[in-house]
């Protein structure tokens, strides 16, 4: 034990092990998925991508309307610049 306590010094012992291991756990839950459930995961990340560019846009037009803000996030979507 140094002389910033004990739980300090546990902390600094356990958090490196768990970060070595993240991506190697990460990697196998990905690859135990089936097609199907890493194409919806697609989907639901696509989806709130879109959701938080629209969100972004209307908070800097926020005059435009619904349909101006859509196409913008198409743009966006499409040529991948704000």
């Known amino acids: 034990m140094t002389s910033r306590g004990l739980a300090e010094d546990r902390r600094e012992d356990h958090v490196p092990e768990i970060r070595d291991r993240s991506d190697e756990v990460y990697v196998a839950a990905v690859r135990a998925q089936s097609f ?23 908070g800097a037009h926020p005059q435009w309307s619904d349909a101006d803000v859509q196409q913008q996030v198409r743009e966006v979507f499409l040529r991948g610049c704000a």
Request: glycine share 4%; no cysteine.
């Open 36 to 58: 199907e459930q890493k194409l919806r995961a697609s989907e639901a990340l696509r989806a709130l991508a879109w959701q938080r560019v629209a969100g972004s846009i209307r």
